[in-house]
């Protein structure tokens, strides 16, 4: 997912040079459809990663069960080791009931 990343970082740079240049329409257009994209819920998901920990309160699954879904998730660019860290694209790990996740979160808080 880090290429759509960079290809929405691509983006804002070239309409930032076409700002600078005096082609402000193209660049508004350009940062519109790019700031439009971004902010989509489900584009938003693909771009974020959450620490192991915040996958499993997300989802209410075990280490155990985060782990062995990593390897394939890895593979396919949805989870990745910075460190000895596992990180989970948002997108991929299932979520909760909301009142289970209020639950989780006011217990982990308590």
């Known amino acids: 997912m880090h290429d759509l990343a960079d290809r929405i970082a691509r983006a804002r740079t070239d309409a930032a040079t076409l700002r600078r240049n005096g082609h402000v329409a ?3 257009s350009i940062e519109d459809v790019v700031n439009d994209l971004a902010s ?22 075990g280490i155990d069960a985060l782990r062995r879904r990593f390897p394939q998730w890895a593979e396919d660019g949805l ?12 997108l ?3 979520r909760r009931k909301l009142t289970s996740i209020a ?4 217990a982990r808080s308590a």
């Open 26 to 28: 193209q660049a508004k």
């Open 103 to 106: 639950a989780a979160e006011a």
């Open 92 to 94: 991929v790990v299932p």
């Open 40 to 61: 989509h819920p489900v584009v938003a998901d693909l771009l974020a990663f959450i620490s192991e920990g915040e996958a499993q309160l997300r989802s209410g699954m």
């Open 79 to 90: 989870a990745e080791l910075r460190g000895r860290r596992r990180f989970y694209c948002r």
